[in-house]
């Protein structure tokens, strides 16, 4: 394969990866003001999706992983405080450190998300051969590596 041809296969692909992720971004609801048949935003959804997953998480850790502004993910938290979805309390690692805490409420609302994405994406590997589910797995974990690879890759 000559460069040239490697370098029109190589801008077809980021075409059709760029038109795919377009796609699911829509197709997942993101684009909408409020995610999961919630009111709440995109980001506070993943917040609290993150608070489950790491019990020990801090409001920098958030703006690291979301890699948002400290004033954006103070008002997010703010925001999830407020309607009472999540607290602070002392971190077990480091007495001076704040962790977020899911409350009862946060609790509850995280299980009507995880049950309605659950329903989204159960429904949509229904029209995809079972064989094929591993695959599909499997090529989103790669990519999302390599696209946080590259982000902390200096340039």
């Known amino acids: 394969m000559t460069v040239l041809q490697n370098t029109k296969r ?3 692909t980021v075409w059709q990866v ?3 992720s377009r796609t699911l971004v829509r197709e997942l609801g993101f684009l909408n003001r409020h995610l999961a048949g ?4 995109a980001s506070q959804v993943h917040a609290l999706l993150e608070i489950e997953r790491y019990p020990e998480t801090r409001a920098a850790d958030l703006r690291c992983l ?7 993910v ?6 999830l405080r407020q309607r009472g979805f999540i607290a602070t309390a002392t971190s077990a690692g480091d007495g001076r450190g704040r962790a977020l805490r899911l409350t009862r409420k946060g609790r509850r609302q995280l299980k009507i998300i995880h049950d309605k994405a659950d329903v989204q994406f159960a429904t ?3 029209a995809i051969s079972p064989s094929e589910w591993p695959r599909i797995v499997k090529s989103l974990h ?3 590596g390599a696209l946080a690879s590259t982000r902390r890759r200096p340039r």
């Open 10 to 12: 190589l801008t077809d």
């Open 18 to 20: 760029r038109l795919a």
């Open 38 to 41: 919630t009111e709440l935003s």
């Open 66 to 72: 979301f890699r948002l502004d400290k004033s954006v």
């Open 74 to 79: 103070s008002r997010l938290l703010g925001d």
């Open 124 to 126: 949509a590997l229904e």
């Open 142 to 144: 790669l990519f999302a």
